[in-house]
């Protein structure tokens, strides 16, 4: 708006200027005193080509070929505005009178240049008499200027292409196809501004009305109300503006498709999961700083299916910009961000994954690295496709592509879990934890942990982890940490221990415990426990193995044995469980078993097998074997003997 103010200015000094000359000079003549007045007023360089035209009446006017204004003097950029052609006209019997009323401004093809240099500086600063300078105002004291007696029938800006460079930024923005209507006609009254421009691909629309225009060029505040539309969604504000710039009101966005209103914007597309915005409502009361910080209060934000509510403030400057939000949410699904499987093309499945493998598609988290953040999140439940979760308080903190997520309060599956979880993607993306359950029902956390049925208790449970990779599948394999578990009476569905204690068979059933204590150490993927403890009512049981959280399988051996008692003798029968977690086989090792349960047996049974065989050679071979004496030691003894024997009688 300020650029637009000046170009207003400019071709009143033009008008001004013109008038005083057109009944004495030729018209060319008129348009090189006023380009040199123009040029002295303002401190910039005007060139007009082509052939120039002066009008009387009705209207007072004259209109140019190419126009061209030029640059400030620190800039290297060419001009700032240029023009095939410029046309403006006032009322002669207002300006007669001391008033000035454009009734048409009208500028073809213009190229505008807008520019601010690292120290702040900008370009449309022209120091125009009579017009405040960008930002001399304060708030409490608005900057003052002698007032002009101006009003605008219309403006007309048609194919203009605005460019605008900021150096401290380091970034360069273009806007083609710029089409601009203002009107004005009263200078204390409203201005109505009409425009398009096309970014990208599509046009986008801005509608406006200002109430009081003349306030703006004052350097004081008025009532705006704009509207901005586009492919994929609308904006709209109602409030109060400054042109330091400052604003607050209200904005609302209503956005069918965000990602494509971000692209008519000539921004990035968005590639949104389902639950954070593919389409989205958003309305909250807005205050904008000259600073450039952003503040949403009293915010009302519906993503897809989710609803927030809270507030936002969006802070500039810095390696990368900041965000700060407080936002409550009632039942939030987030179940879209659940890892997908490796299926069958077309399809998408979530969860474990046990029937296919982890899922080795790459994991974009450069989105970390667009800005610092620290959002606190509170919602009645969180659905994460894998995992459910109740109420739920917790703090994200992003710092350098670096995001730290504090869970104040996670109830789920009985109890509660505490602790945190890291996402760090400085160096390659890696992901880590350390985590403490408390009360948590086994049974269905293992489900959709790992699609285990098999077990149901209720435990506590500490974790630490760390995995690397790009993907859930590097991830997976690649994880190292620790976890120990403890529970009290539950039921292990499968086998019956009772009759596997006494028939063998393992064939269904269950088997309840009273506890059962486990730790594992974690390393490339594989937990691997020795020290499983289980108590029962009449048997005791161990447990040792490996569970393969990358592979998807595990080998793990249970081994229950009987308590010793007054009529019964501890009995011990190992069990392997083995296989992918889809489908493990259950089977007892007997081999194991014998180990186990008869080895004095085997030891008597063999020491009785050796003093028979020892006993025969002895009565076939003539050979004795010392008492304590080896029997193979001796039968090589009475061979070598044998053979010096025969070998002294070659020589007899």
């Not at 193995?545 to 080998?555: E, P, S, T, W, Y």
């Not at 028979?612 to 090589?636: H, R, S, Y």
């Amino acid at each position: 708006m300020r650029w637009i103010i000046r170009l207003m200015v400019l071709a009143l000094v033009f008008v001004v200027i013109a008038v005083g000359s057109i009944l004495l000079l030729p018209s060319e003549r008129i348009a090189r005193i006023a380009a040199d007045q123009i040029a002295q007023a303002t401190g910039r360089k005007v060139e007009m080509t082509g052939e120039t035209k002066v009008s009387f009446y009705p209207v007072l006017g004259i209109s140019t070929g190419r126009t061209t204004v030029a640059n400030a003097d620190w800039s290297d950029k060419g001009p700032m505005f240029q023009a095939d052609s410029f046309k403006v006209g006032v009322d002669p019997q207002a300006l007669f009178g001391g008033a000035i009323r454009i009734t048409g401004l009208e500028a073809v093809n213009p190229h505008i240049l807008l520019q601010k240099d690292k120290s702040g500086r900008v370009n449309w600063e022209l120091n125009v008499e009579g017009v405040t300078t960008t930002g001399a105002g304060t708030e409490s004291a608005p900057a003052q200027s002698s007032q002009l007696a101006l009003t605008l029938d219309r403006a007309l800006i048609t194919g203009a292409q605005l460019t605008y460079i900021d150096d401290q930024a380091g970034s360069t923005t273009q806007i083609k196809d710029v089409n601009f209507d203002m009107r004005w006609p009263s200078y204390t009254g409203e201005a109505t501004i009409d425009a398009s421009f096309r970014p990208a691909q599509e046009v986008v629309s801005i509608t406006g009305r200002i109430a009081r225009l003349d306030h703006l060029i004052d350097g004081a505040v008025s009532d705006l109300t704009a509207k901005v539309s586009t492919k994929g969604g609308a904006v709209d504000f109602t409030g109060k503006v400054s042109s330091l710039p400052q604003a607050a009101g209200r904005i609302s966005a209503d956005l069918s498709d965000s990602s494509r209103f971000m692209t008519s914007l000539g921004q990035a597309a968005l590639d949104l999961p389902e639950g954070l915005g593919r389409a989205a409502s958003v309305a909250g009361d807005l205050t904008y700083s000259e600073a450039g910080r952003l503040s949403l209060r009293n915010l009302s934000a519906k993503l897809d299916h989710n609803s927030l509510t809270g507030g936002v403030d969006f802070i500039p400057g810095g390696a990368r910009p900041r965000i700060e939000a407080q936002l409550d949410a009632g039942a939030l699904d987030l179940s879209a961000l659940a890892p997908e499987s490796d299926g069958e093309a077309g399809t998408k499945e979530t969860g474990t994954a046990v029937d296919t493998g982890w899922s080795k598609a790459p994991i974009d988290a450069s989105a970390l690295g667009l800005a610092d953040a620290q959002i606190a999140l509170s919602a009645k439940s969180i659905d994460l496709g894998t995992f459910n979760f109740g109420q739920t308080r917790m703090i994200a903190a992003v710092d350098n592509s670096r995001a730290v997520f504090t869970l104040k309060e996670l109830s789920g599956y009985g109890g509660n879990v505490s602790g945190e979880f890291v996402a760090n993607n400085r160096s390659g993306l890696s992901v880590g934890g350390s985590m403490t359950a408390r009360g948590m029902d086994m049974e269905r956390l293992l489900t959709d942990a790992a699609g285990i049925t098999r077990f149901a208790t209720t435990g506590d449970m500490t974790l630490n982890f760390l995995g690397v990779g790009q993907s859930v599948h590097a991830i997976m394999n690649s994880l190292s940490g620790s976890l120990s578990l403890g529970t009290g009476r539950g039921v292990i569905s499968g086998f019956d221990l009772d009759k596997l204690m006494r028939s063998g068979d393992v064939t269904g059933g269950t088997t309840v415990f009273d506890e059962m204590s486990a730790s594992f150490a974690i390393k490339d993927g594989n937990m691997q426990g020795d020290d499983l403890k289980m108590s029962m009512p009449l048997a005791r049981a161990t447990g040792t193995g490996r569970i393969g959280l990358g592979a998807q399988d595990l080998n793990y051996t249970f081994t229950p044995s009987l308590l010793e008692g007054d009529s019964r003798k501890g009995l011990a029968i190992p069990v392997r469980i083995k296989g992918p977690w889809a489908n493990p086989k259950i089977y007892p090792d007997l081999e194991a078993a014998i180990d186990l349960n008869f080895k004095e047996e085997k030891k008597k049974l063999k020491e009785e097998a050796r003093q028979e065989v020892q006993k025969a050679i002895e009565k076939e071979l003539g050979v004795t074997v010392p008492e304590g004496g080896d029997l193979k030691d001796t039968l090589k003894k009475e061979a070598e003997d044998t053979i010096k024997k025969e070998l002294f009688k070659l020589f007899d």
